[in-house]
């Protein structure tokens, strides 16, 4: 079974900065696709970006590309997400989650492992 553990959120000013790392357990990190989701109070969870097995496909919401970037370390079984120019709109819980399927998947329902989730909040 397959724990994932986030961390790093936190609050920052708008235009700051936070890098957010999720910790992996229980299977090798390299058998599933690394994506991060997140959920504002109110709505539903989004997507944020994904990451293929061995970091050659990526993909990131509209929202959040060029500002937030993806990234794994297969031998110490963690994934990261690093975040720029924040904005107060990516205010939410975010999780780090993992998914055995082909592709990339955006949609949350093709995910099967996910963290508990970690807290970023963004002040204007």
């Known amino acids: 079974q397959v724990q994932l553990v986030e961390s790093g959120g936190g609050l920052v000013q708008a235009g700051g900065s936070l890098r957010l790392s999720c910790a992996a357990s229980?299977?090798?990190?390299?058998?599933?696709?690394m994506g991060w989701f997140r959920q504002a109070p109110g709505k539903e969870r989004e997507f944020v970006a994904a990451l293929s097995r061995a970091s050659l496909s990526t993909s990131y919401a509209d929202s959040v590309k060029g500002r937030f970037t993806i990234s794994r370390d297969n031998a110490k079984n963690t994934a990261s997400l690093q975040m720029n120019s924040l904005k107060p709109e990516d205010t939410a819980v975010y999780y780090c989650?993992?998914?055995?399927?082909?592709?990339?998947?955006?949609?949350?329902?093709?995910?099967?492992?996910w963290g508990q989730g970690t807290q970023v909040t963004v002040s204007s």
């Open positions: 989650a993992g998914a055995t399927t082909l592709h990339l998947p955006t949609n949350y329902a093709e995910y099967r492992y």
């Open positions: 229980g299977r090798s990190s390299n058998s599933y696709i």
